[in-house]
């Protein structure tokens, strides 16, 4: 089936540092692809998603890149802040049930903590 | 606007127990969908709704229910718990069931003693 794999964690940068966490993924076809980010006692929000190969999202200076030939969709912030820490979660959307409703199947998610 | 609700955000039970879990999901939004997060891992797909009928259903026993109201809003039910029901219990909703980013509220925290 389906699968997301994310790097493990705790990952742990100075500010202004470079950011990368690696997802890849196993699935048939062309699945939407997704980081959520989730801060210490809250729900998840969607941070960013690409719908198709060679697409890039990018959102409050974090980007990734739907690499369909590596089958990656690896994060990336050029200057991490103190306010970037939380759990950062890949995710692809899958088929459920009959029709075209979807599912999100989720990675581990990695901690990320950004020291001063 | 308001966004995804869910109640109550806290809740602790005794083995054997039922609970009721509530979602309000954003107006607008038809579909609901119900994931399970265990303290340390992704979340796992345990139900969607759509237009009041289920479209889907995750690896959950059948201990686990729900269901959609005409005003959208959700239920999830279990019954039976289990330790191991100790968990994040995420309501995500969205326009359709054809979901490209859903919403979701802040989760109710669940634990079974």
């Known amino acids: 089936g389906n699968s997301v794999t994310q790097m493990e964690g705790p990952v742990t940068l100075s500010e202004e540092a470079f950011l990368t966490i690696n997802c890849t993924y196993t699935a048939t076809g062309y699945p939407s692809l997704f980081w959520y980010v989730q801060y210490p006692g809250e729900g998840l929000q969607l941070l960013l998603k690409a719908t198709k190969a060679d697409d890039k999202g990018s959102n409050k200076g974090f980007e990734a890149t739907y690499r369909k030939e590596t089958t990656s969709f690896h994060l990336e912030k050029g200057s991490v802040q103190v306010s970037d820490s939380a759990v950062y979660f890949c995710a692809l959307s899958d088929v459920v049930g009959a029709g075209n409703n979807r599912k999100l199947i989720w990675g581990l998610g990695t901690s990320l903590a950004v020291n001063p | 606007d308001a966004g995804v609700t869910q109640s109550p955000t806290h809740l602790i039970k005794t083995r054997g127990q039922h609970v009721t879990l509530r979602c309000s999901p954003i107006?607008?939004?038809?579909?609901v969908s119900w994931y399970q997060q265990v303290l340390g891992q992704g979340p796992q797909f345990i139900f969607q709704?759509?237009?009041?009928?289920?479209?889907g259903r995750g690896n959950f026993p059948d201990r686990f229910s729900a269901r959609q109201f005409p005003n959208y809003s959700s239920e999830l039910n279990v019954n039976a718990l289990l330790l191991g029901d100790s968990a994040l219990y995420l309501c995500a909703s969205s326009l359709t069931g054809q979901n490209y980013g859903y919403t979701f509220g802040s989760g109710t925290r669940l634990t079974v003693v």
């Open positions: 107006s607008g939004h038809k579909s």
């Open positions: 709704y759509y237009e009041k009928e289920e479209r």
